[in-house]
């Protein structure tokens, strides 16, 4: 068994002043386990704006797999959502990423897959799609 690891956070803001009173709120929990070549990890973080602004929520998880000393491959998914307020209804914008990593030597060949669903809560650009390559060398 490798390891388990738990993290956790809370944050607060508040002012009285009459001139700028506002209050805020930040939670956020996030566990990650190894098992030998494989790690797995989720979250969940929400973010309350200060006075009525947009509220958020997010969750994600990850896995990644350690073929080799040399090859690696990992995949996450990430929702992100702005809530509802008012009139106006929540919306959500939803990653998933794919990543493979190959070094030899000085050497190290890298992939990643990126899919965005409602990239940053638009309506005119409903779909991204990224795909990147790169080799980078070490002297």
């Known amino acids: 068994f490798g390891g388990f690891a738990l993290y956790g956070g809370y944050a607060e803001e ?12 930040n939670v956020m929990v ?21 006075n009525g602004g947009n509220d958020y929520s997010t969750t994600g998880m990850s896995l990644a797999f350690n073929v080799n000393d040399d090859l690696s491959m990992s995949y ?25 990593a190959y070094s030899m030597g000085s050497m190290a060949v890298k992939a990643k897959r990126v899919e965005t669903d ?10 991204t799609e990224h795909t990147e390559i790169s080799v980078s060398f070490s002297f």
């Open 14 to 25: 508040e002012s009285t002043l009459a001139a700028s009173a506002s209050d805020g709120q």
């Open 30 to 50: 996030q566990a990650t386990a190894s098992f030998g070549s494989v790690s797995i990890g989720a979250g969940e973080w929400y973010a309350n704006e200060d």
């Open 76 to 100: 996450g998914e990430l929702e992100d959502t702005r809530e509802a307020q008012g009139a106006t209804s929540a919306v959500a914008t939803e990653v998933k990423s794919i990543q493979v």
């Open 118 to 127: 409602n990239p940053y809560n638009q309506t005119v650009n409903n779909a």
